[in-house]
């Protein structure tokens, strides 16, 4: 069997939670982006972007997100605000993948939405193949339209993924799947 093929039919993600430093160089993250912009991609419009955070910016944002959940749930707990502080800076680095499809071009917009889908996924595979483990989360301020504001995505853009990437502090169990034979069918007339 091949290390892909073993790859995908082993592969897990780790909790952000599980996620220590070190994280992946500058070079290795170049790396794994141009691995992750390597994507089925109809008519080659790249409907997609990447948004960094410098150590700062993580910060701040982790604020952001407090701010906002203290004012949708203006009665919780410290603890669990302070949970919402450390989203974006619990992992050692997060990567938000941006759908950002063309709405003039002549491509569907779900099309150009699972474009943005493998993105996500071909990074967690890219953070794996250097080393690193990773989790895909979207969470609660990935829909929250103040927050997106405050992120600058434009009016027809959406979070596809927060990509939680680092070293993995503890090896995951594995997870039940499908069967395939709940999820496979012949077609028929
Ligand atoms: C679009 C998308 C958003 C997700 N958002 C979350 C999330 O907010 N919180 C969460 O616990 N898991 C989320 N997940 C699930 C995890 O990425 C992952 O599937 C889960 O931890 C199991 O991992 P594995 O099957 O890759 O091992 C999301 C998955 C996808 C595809």
Known sequence: MSELLDHL??????????????????????VMLTAAARVPDHKKLAPWRFLRFDAAGAKRLGDVVAERWL?????????????????????????????????AAPVPVWEQVLSAGAVCMNLVHA?????????????????????????GLGPDEQIAGFIHIGTAAATPADRDRPNLSDIVSYWQE
């Open 127 to 151: 953070a794996h193949g250097s080393g690193f483990a990773a989790q895909w989360l979207t969470e609660w301020y990935a829909f929250d339209a103040p927050f997106l504001k405050v992120l």
């Open 71 to 103: 004012e949708i749930e203006p009665r919780s707990k410290d603890e669990r605000v302070e949970v919402e502080r450390a989203r974006f800076t619990r992992a050692p680095l997060v990567i938000a993948v941006v759908s950002s499809p063309n709405l």
């Open 9 to 30: 039919l082993t592969r897990r993600s780790v909790q952000a939670a599980f996620l220590e430093a070190p994280a992946p160089s500058e070079a290795e993250v170049e």
